[in-house]
């Protein structure tokens, strides 16, 4: 049985009886006429819904980033176990650095730890995840810089235990204090390029006053907004009696993340891109008479001038302008404000004061010298294509023969059945009355058979569209 094949522009119908071999066959002579550069159009509520899931797809997949955040180690734990295998004693960990430009000063959180078995006190192992290390089991004062009273106490007796377990408890406000620290900001001036230092002494004593060493002491790495390095090296001091006394002293180097300063320099970018903005609103409202025209750049340039100020905002941690002049008494040195948003703020409100000023100058113009009322539209002609009613066969129902007599008839009234036809002018000045189809041109009456006079005789009317 052959395969039925596809007309051009038509479907297959396939009986029930047609076999597996013969579908294949007529799905592949589909394709085959189907053209070669065809495409599917797509309704706009399926592109919609598939732009939807796509953005789900998108956000699921950024928001399995943070699956396994705590899988790692805790940070400290390497450097306590360290601590434990080389040199046991008193240990400071810096588990939160707050740096504050605008204060400007660091603020750093120091937890309490102590590694080997000799210096920890009984049930408290287990310390940022290092079996080796928990609290310190004498009672401790520590001393930051050069303060005379102890910055903060340490007394193991409070530290309460575990009814269940028998452990110690970690209370926060017992093994933690912080320490305030006031930072040079010297170098504010150069964000996001700006790099600080920070050098502090610890030194801790017990309640006897007899100097305890401290082992080691290290602060976090990486904060929301700055990188921070570390060292830290044996030190000690010599009081008025002569005697020495064992100190700790920390040298922290803070700068800006990379992609800190790569989304800063960007959004300094796009301030000065939306400035330039602003300068060709106003050059192109110059060469504008109408003022409709001139208002959405107007509007445009005083969105800019809101924008502005937010972009700067939502720079990184970036400096305040508060009292910025006052710290830093050479205007020149403000390299973010003096080639950046000041300049910009400038620039935008000039240009925005310049487009008020051609919106006003525009309307006196129009003040003075109305513009004429405007001319009523002409009406345009049809240029869509109206396909004829075709020759009517014997089965025809008499709509379709009235629908071909009325399009005849028009054909008549048109002219297109006289000979030679008659052509309008080119620009006609006035209206053409349509001639007379039913009479000649020399006078003589034309004899016009009518279509049911045609049908009744059989006969195929040699003016037929179909020709």
């Not at 990184?316 to 302008?321: K, Q, T, V």
């Not at 205007?331 to 910009?344: E, M, R, S, V």
């Not at 869509?384 to 020759?391: E, W, Y």
Request: net charge neutral.
């Amino acid at each position: 049985m052959a395969a039925p094949q596809a007309p051009t522009g038509g479907t297959i119908t396939l009986s029930p009886s047609t076999s597996k071999e013969e579908k294949k066959t007529s799905f592949k002579s589909v394709i085959a006429i189907r053209p070669a550069n065809m495409s599917i159009p797509l309704r706009g509520s399926t592109v919609v819904k598939l732009a939807a899931i796509s953005c789900i797809f998108f956000v699921v997949c950024i928001s399995m980033a943070f699956l396994g955040a705590d899988a790692d180690e805790p940070f400290f734990k390497s450097t306590l176990d360290s601590v434990a295998q080389t040199t046991p004693g008193v240990v400071l960990l810096g588990e939160s650095v707050d740096v504050d430009i605008d204060e400007p000063s660091i603020t750093i959180r120091w937890s309490i730890a102590a590694c080997g078995e000799e210096f920890m006190l009984p049930g408290s192992a287990g310390a940022h995840g290092s079996s080796q290390c928990g609290l310190p089991s004498s009672p401790i004062y520590f001393f930051v810089d050069s303060d005379i009273t102890p910055t903060a106490t340490y007394n193991p007796a409070e530290i309460p235990i575990n009814n269940n377990t028998g452990l110690r408890r970690s209370i926060q406000n017992l093994v933690q204090f912080d320490s305030d620290h006031v930072l040079d900001v010297h170098e504010a001036r150069l964000y996001p390029f700006d790099t600080y230092f920070l050098s502090s002494t610890l030194r801790a004593t017990t309640f006897d006053n007899v100097t305890i060493p401290i082992q080691k002491a290290t602060t976090i790495s990486v904060t929301s907004s700055f990188d921070i390095y570390t060292a830290d090296l044996a030190s000690y001091s010599t009081t008025t009696n002569g005697t020495q006394e064992t100190s700790r002293d920390i040298d922290m180097h803070v700068a800006r993340p990379g992609s800190a300063r790569f989304f800063t320099l960007l959004l300094f970018a796009g301030s000065w891109v939306l400035t330039y903005v602003t300068i060709g609103h106003v050059l192109i409202a110059r060469s504008l008479s109408e003022l409709r025209s001139i208002l959405p750049h107007l509007i445009s340039s005083g969105a800019i001038l809101v924008a502005i100020p937010q972009l700067r905002n939502s720079m990184p941690d970036a400096p305040g302008l508060d009292g910025a002049f006052a710290v830093h008494s050479n205007f020149f040195g403000l390299t973010l404000y003096t080639i950046g948003y000041f300049p910009q703020m400038i620039v935008v409100t000039i240009s925005t004061s310049l487009l008020l000023l051609i919106v006003a100058v525009r309307e006196l113009d129009l003040l003075r010298n109305p513009p004429p009322p405007p001319m009523p539209p002409r009406p345009r002609p049809s240029t869509q294509l109206i396909r004829p009613p075709r020759t009517p066969t014997g089965k025809a129902t008499s709509m379709e023969i009235a629908q071909y007599e009325m399009h005849r008839m028009l054909k008549h009234l048109r002219g297109e059945f006289v000979f030679p036809p008659v052509k309008p002018p080119v620009r006609p000045s006035h209206r053409i009355q349509p001639s007379n189809p039913f009479k000649d041109p020399k006078g003589n009456h034309r004899r016009v058979k009518t279509m049911s006079k045609i049908m009744e005789a059989g006969e195929v009317s040699h003016w037929s569209d179909s020709e």
